[in-house]
């Protein structure tokens, strides 16, 4: 096999564990339309989903990083990936009633706070009106019966304080990416409460809901400006690894948590309709809530570099100093519970990183996390 060549599996359920669960069969056959597949996490749900033997139809532009774990995991020959715009509404309304979904997830956003700074129209014009677009879509589109946009921990005013915040906590937003998923809500309750209200759900049968996740790592996120990857090209190139907010609390999780939040949160959509409508917070429990210069050393540690952070020189433009999620609803009313700590999480991700340095397959290393996750 060549270096970071992927496998392909026949018997996929085989991979993750023997025998399926009620969850993977759930998933087997579904239809399932994903915005933002070809994306960090939209990766990760796509080889999940393939996995369990869903029919995933994904619709993004094409993957924003170099290297590209979508690109790596070479599963566009396993779903149907559509490369387009999500603020071309005609385009997606076509593409969505080909696909005719059961479960819609969308996830297409310019989802860095740097960015947002520079170029704020685009930011809101992909995860506003991206957002309104997908709703339009849904409504042309018959065989829709759940709807769950992916928002962010940074949808809530911050107040500044160290304090966890519960679903029902004012929306805000001081930069322009915060304030676009601020928005994005505002839009998914608004369509929610017109078009698919839960007292008419016999009329309509659409479900709809938002999850808020907190700072997601894991193994394939290249993206710029974000602690993890980050370090990952420092180790990699041996350059040096430089921090700007040593001392920001930050709610991070392993994406496989949020994932099989969102995989919960639309089997019980799907199952329960109304009953499970509206907003969750998918965060990791409070202990997991550490500030940037913690990770930057436990990455280190796990990594079994000698390597020291500095602290990136210049002015920076805002981001909060605390956020945390208070994760109870989830936790109660869906069952959800976060698996893996803040320690296995670093440490799957440096497990990640040293199977691609070393050539093995990526979608084999994520196939076996996926594994151990299930189990
Ligand atoms: N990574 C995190 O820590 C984190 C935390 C909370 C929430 N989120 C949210 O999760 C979702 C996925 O984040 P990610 O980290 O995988 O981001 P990512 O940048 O890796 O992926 C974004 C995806 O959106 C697509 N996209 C961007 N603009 C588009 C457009 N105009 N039209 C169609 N597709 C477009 C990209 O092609 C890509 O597939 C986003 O909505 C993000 O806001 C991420």
Redesign the pocket.
């Known amino acids: 096999m060549t270096k970071h060549q992927s496998i392909s599996s026949k018997d996929p359920l085989h991979i993750i564990g023997g025998q399926a669960s009620k969850h993977q069969r759930f998933w087997k056959n579904r239809r399932v339309f994903l915005?933002?597949?070809?994306?960090?996490?939209?990766?990760w749900l796509s080889v999940w989903l393939i996995s369990m033997g869903a029919r995933v139809t994904?619709?993004?532009?094409?993957?924003?990083?170099n290297p590209s774990l979508?690109e790596l995991l070479n599963i566009k020959k396993d779903m149907k990936s559509i490369t387009?715009?999500?603020?071309?509404l005609n385009r997606l309304k076509k593409e969505m009633k080909k696909a005719r979904p059961d479960i819609v997830i969308?996830?297409?956003?310019?989802?860095?706070v740097r960015v947002s700074y520079k170029n704020p129209p685009?930011t809101f014009?992909?995860?506003v009106i991206?957002t309104v677009n997908l709703f339009e879509a849904v409504r042309a589109c018959k065989s829709v019966r759940v709807v769950l946009n992916?928002?962010?921990?940074?949808v809530y005013e911050n107040k500044e304080v160290d304090k966890a915040y519960k679903e029902g906590e004012c929306l805000g937003g001081y930069d322009p990416?915060s304030a676009s998923?601020a928005c994005s809500e505002i839009v998914t309750a608004s369509y929610r409460d017109s078009f698919f209200n839960p007292k008419d759900y016999k009329i309509h049968k659409v479900s709809v809901a938002s999850a808020?996740?907190?700072?997601?790592?894991g193994g394939g996120?290249w993206?710029s400006d974000?602690l993890v990857p980050d370090f990952v090209r420092a180790v990699l190139s041996g350059g040096k690894i430089e921090i700007r907010n040593p001392g920001a609390t930050r709610p991070w999780q392993h994406?496989l948590d949020?994932l099989n939040g969102y995989l919960m949160l639309c089997e019980k959509l799907y199952n329960n309709g109304p009953k499970y409508t509206g907003a969750w917070n998918i965060g990791p429990d409070l202990k997991d809530c550490k500030s940037v210069g913690w990770i930057a050393q436990r990455f280190c540690e796990f990594w079994g570099s000698s390597k020291t952070c500095s602290i990136q020189k210049g002015k920076h433009p805002h981001e909060a100093h605390f956020l945390k999620l208070d994760n109870t609803k989830a936790k109660k009313q869906l069952g959800w519970y976060p698996k893996w700590d803040i320690n296995e999480a670093i440490s799957r991700v440096v497990e990640w990183t040293k199977a691609y340095e070393a050539g093995v397959s990526v979608r084999e290393v994520c196939e076996r996390q996926i594994g151990d996750f299930e189990a």
């Open positions: 915005t933002g597949h070809s994306g960090f996490k939209g990766s994904g619709y993004a532009l094409k993957s924003p990083t979508f387009a715009d999500i603020r071309d969308h996830m297409a956003a310019q989802p860095i685009e014009e992909t995860n991206g992916i928002t962010t921990d940074k990416y998923k808020r996740a907190g700072n997601v790592i996120d993206a974000r994406v949020p």
